[in-house]
C-alpha cells in the first residue's frame, strides 16, 4: 500500500514536498511516480523515477520547477514542489508498478499502475 502525505495550502511562488510511503512490498528496483487530477479533469502524470536512483521524466508543465527522489532506506518517494503555480492545483496521487514497458511514454499512462495512494490536496493561491 502506498500512503501519501504533504499536500495543504500555498501561495504561488512557495513551495512544498509531498511524501509517500510504501509498506507491504518495496519498490526499490520498479518505477514510482506522481500524478495529479485538478477538479474537472483528467489525471495527469507529473514524474516518476524509474528505480531508485534511477532515470527520471517530468512532465513538461513541471520540468525544472518539481523534484522527484526516493528513501530506499524508507521505502519511500517524495516530490519537492518548488516554484508553485495557481494551475498547479490538484489532488496529488503516488503510484507504483512492478510492469516492465519501454519507453518513456510507457510510465507517463495511469494505466500501467498497480498501486496508488489515497491522494493529497495541493491548492495553490494567487
Known amino acids: 500500500q502506498l500512503q501519501a502525505s504533504g499536500g495543504g495550502l500555498v501561495q504561488a511562488g512557495g513551495s512544498l514536498r509531498l511524501s509517500c510511503a510504501a509498506s507491504g512490498r518495496t519498490f526499490i528496483r520498479y518505477p514510482m511516480g506522481w500524478f495529479r487530477q485538478a477538479p474537472g479533469k483528467e489525471r495527469e502524470f507529473v514524474a516518476v523515477?524509474?528505480?531508485?536512483?534511477?532515470?527520471?521524466y517530468y512532465a513538461d508543465s513541471v520540468k525544472g520547477r518539481f523534484t522527484i527522489s526516493r528513501d530506499t532506506a524508507k521505502n519511500s518517494v517524495y516530490l519537492q514542489m518548488n516554484s508553485l503555480k495557481p494551475e498547479d492545483t490538484a489532488v496529488y496521487y503516488c503510484?507504483?508498478?512492478?510492469?516492465?514497458?519501454?519507453?518513456?511514454?510507457?510510465?507517463?499512462?495511469?494505466?500501467?499502475?498497480?498501486?496508488w495512494g489515497q491522494g493529497t490536496l495541493v491548492t495553490v493561491s494567487s
Open positions: 503510484a507504483a508498478t512492478t510492469r516492465a514497458g519501454s519507453g518513456t511514454s510507457y510510465y507517463t499512462m495511469t494505466e500501467h499502475y498497480d498501486y
Open positions: 523515477e524509474r528505480w531508485s536512483g534511477g532515470v527520471t
